[in-house]
C-alpha cells in the first residue's frame, strides 16, 4: 500500500484544546512530521491550502486564526531536511498561472531531486476570489475545464526542453506556443527537465467532473469514503474511466484521507476516539457546524438540545469561505431524520454526520483493516490525518507500520529517490 501525511492544521480533524498540539506555522512542526513520514518510509507529505480566511457571522473562522502559509515555500525548505519523501502542494488552478507555477514547481522538483507533487484543486468562490483580479467568475463546468486546460499546458512547459546531449548536459529549451480557450503561452521555458520528469499531479475530488478529471489528467486522486463498499464502489468507477484515456488502472493511485486512533485494547481506542470527537466537536463548534448547513445563526440554540425546526436559507452569506455540502435542504432533512430515530441532540448529530472514515482498534487491527482495504480494491492507499500537530503522526509510524511491514503491505525501505518510484508511476514520456 501507499501511505501519505497530510499535515493537521486548520481543519476541523485537528484538536486544539490538547495540552500535546503545537503551532500551526512554526517550521519545526512541519519537520517533525516530516522526519515522522520520512522514518515510518510514507510515499508523500501533504499540505492544503487556503487562499483566504474564511469567515463566520463576519468574523474569522476560529480555524483559521493561525493563519495558512503558501505550501509551496514550505516543501522548498523541507526538502532541506528530508531525502526521500515526497512533497505535495495544494496549489488552486482557478487562481494561478501555468507558467508560473510550472517554474515554482519544476524548481520544488530540483531542488527535492525529483518529490515534487502538485494537488490540483479550483474554486469558483466569489469571496476567495475577491483577492485576484479575475475574482470567483467561474462556474462549475469552467473551472474544470480550466484546470484541464492548465494541467496540460504546465506539462507542455515540462517538456519543453530537448534531452540532455554533448554540450548540453540539461538539454536546451525550445520554444513552447500555447493558444487554448483559458491560456496563451508563447516563449521559452526556464527550468529544465526535472528529475522524475514532471512532478506528480494528484487531483482532489468525489464529483463526477472531478473523478473524470482525475481520470484524464491526474497520477493520485485524494478522496473520502465512509464504508468498504463506497471505497470499493468508487475505485471501481474511478479506474473504469481510464481506458477511455489510452492509461491503465496502475496509471492512477486512488487515497482516501483518513484518520485513525490507537489503543493497548479495542475498548480503550474506541473510548479516545470519543473523547477526540468532543474535542473537535464541542458546544460551539456543533452550532458552527449547524450553521454551515443552515445558513442562520443559532447562536439561540442549546447544542444540547434539537435541531431548528426552521428550513435552512440555501442563498445564505453568512458563512465565507467553507463549502456548504450539497443541498441545504437535503442535508438538514437527513439531519432531522437521524436526530430523530436516535434521539440525537444538535451536538451529537454533528459528531455523527461529520466523521470522517476512521480506522479505530489496536495496532493490529488496523493495520488489518488497512490492508484488507487495499485487498478489496477499496484503495491503493491512504493519506492520514492526524489529530495533533505535528506529533500525531508518531504512534502509528511506531506501533502499525512495523505491523504492516511484517505483513508485507508496506515497503521496509525506500527503493528508488523519486516520489514516481514510490508510487511506481512510470516517468512522463516525453511529448513534442
Not at 26 to 40: K, Q, V
Not at 118 to 132: I, K, L
Not at 378 to 387: Q, R, W
Amino acid at each position: 500500500m501507499h501511505l501519505a501525511a497530510h499535515f493537521p492544521g486548520v481543519n476541523s480533524t485537528t484538536v486544539w484544546t490538547d495540552p500535546r498540539s503545537r503551532s500551526q506555522i512554526d517550521f519545526s512542526s512541519f519537520e517533525h512530521l516530516a522526519r515522522t513520514a520520512e522514518r515510518g518510509k510514507f510515499d508523500f507529505f501533504f499540505l492544503a491550502e487556503g487562499l483566504r480566511l474564511r469567515e463566520h457571522n463576519g468574523r474569522i473562522h476560529d480555524l483559521d486564526v493561525v493563519g495558512r502559509p503558501e505550501s509551496i515555500t514550505v516543501l522548498n525548505a523541507l526538502a532541506a531536511v528530508t531525502h526521500r519523501l515526497g512533497l505535495a502542494a495544494t496549489v488552486n488552478a482557478t487562481f494561478n498561472e501555468p507558467y508560473e507555477l510550472a517554474r515554482r514547481l519544476a524548481t520544488l522538483d530540483h531542488l527535492s531531486d525529483g518529490r515534487a507533487a502538485w494537488n490540483v484543486v479550483t474554486s469558483s468562490d466569489a469571496f476567495t476570489g475577491e483577492n485576484f483580479r479575475r475574482g470567483g467568475y467561474l462556474d462549475r463546468a469552467d473551472r474544470y475545464t480550466r484546470a484541464a486546460e492548465f494541467v496540460a499546458t504546465a506539462r507542455e512547459l515540462w517538456d519543453s526542453w530537448t534531452p540532455a546531449g554533448p554540450g548540453a548536459p540539461h538539454g536546451a529549451p525550445r520554444p513552447v506556443a500555447h493558444a487554448g480557450r483559458h491560456f496563451s503561452v508563447e516563449g521559452e521555458f526556464t527550468v529544465p527537465r526535472s528529475p522524475q520528469g514532471h512532478p506528480v499531479v494528484i487531483q482532489a475530488g468525489d464529483s463526477e467532473e472531478g473523478r473524470e478529471f482525475a481520470a484524464s489528467a491526474a497520477d493520485v486522486v485524494f478522496t473520502r469514503h465512509g464504508t468498504l463498499e463506497a471505497g470499493r464502489a468508487f475505485y471501481a468507477d474511478t479506474k473504469a474511466r481510464l481506458a477511455k484515456y489510452g492509461r491503465e488502472p496502475a496509471d492512477l493511485k486512488i487515497m482516501p484521507g483518513v484518520t485513525f486512533v490507537l489503543g493497548d485494547t479495542g475498548a480503550e481506542a474506541r473510548e479516545r476516539a470519543a473523547v477526540i470527537r468532543e474535542q473537535q466537536v464541542s458546544p460551539q463548534n456543533a452550532i458552527l457546524a449547524a450553521e454551515q448547513i443552515w445558513g442562520r445563526d443559532l447562536s439561540a440554540y442549546d447544542p444540547d438540545g434539537p435541531l431548528p425546526e426552521i428550513d435552512p436559507d440555501p442563498d445564505s452569506g453568512l458563512v465565507q469561505g467553507r463549502v456548504r455540502v450539497g443541498d441545504p435542504l437535503a442535508v438538514a432533512a437527513r439531519w432531522r431524520a437521524l436526530s430523530e430515530a436516535k434521539g440525537l441532540s444538535i451536538r451529537q448529530t454533528v459528531i455523527e454526520t461529520t466523521a470522517r472514515q476512521s480506522f479505530i482498534g489496536t495496532p493490529e487491527s488496523v493495520a488489518e483493516e488497512l490492508d484488507a482495504f487495499v485487498q478489496a480494491d477499496a484503495a491503493d492507499g491512504f493519506i492520514l490525518v492526524p489529530h495533533l500537530t505535528p506529533g500525531g503522526l508518531d504512534d502509528f509510524v511506531d506501533r502499525v507500520v512495523p505491523l504492516l511491514q511484517e505483513r508485507g503491505a508496506f515497503r521496509t525501505e525506500y527503493t528508488g529517490s523519486t516520489l514516481r518510484s514510490h508510487l511506481g508511476l512510470a516517468e512522463p514520456v516525453r511529448k513534442g
